[in-house]
């Protein structure tokens, strides 16, 4: 499965391939029709605890693919 994530060509040849697992898709894939994600969403979404909700928002903000929005509590991501 190929996901666009942007229409920047310039964004896509700095960032090269980024290799995603399902997890990571499907949050992506939330967040574009969703615009946002609360760690909450997350697990519910994978019925995971919030620790693991947590790990796999992470891991998207490590690839610069989703920034968090606003203090810990209250706190949202968006696709960056």
């Known amino acids: 499965t190929v996901l666009q994530l942007s229409n920047d060509r310039r964004l896509k040849d700095k960032r090269?391939?980024?290799f995603l697992n399902e997890k990571q898709i499907r949050i992506l894939k939330y967040l574009q029709?969703?615009?946002k994600?609360?760690?909450k969403e997350c697990q519910d979404i994978f019925n995971?605890?919030?620790r693991t909700a947590r790990n796999y928002l992470?891991?998207?903000v490590k690839k610069d693919l989703i920034k968090p929005v606003g203090p810990q509590k209250?706190?949202?991501y968006i696709l960056t």
């Open 16 to 18: 090269g391939q980024i």
């Open 33 to 35: 029709t969703g615009l």
């Open 37 to 39: 994600i609360t760690t």
């Open 48 to 50: 995971v605890s919030e």
């Open 58 to 60: 992470n891991e998207l």
């Open 74 to 76: 209250g706190r949202y």
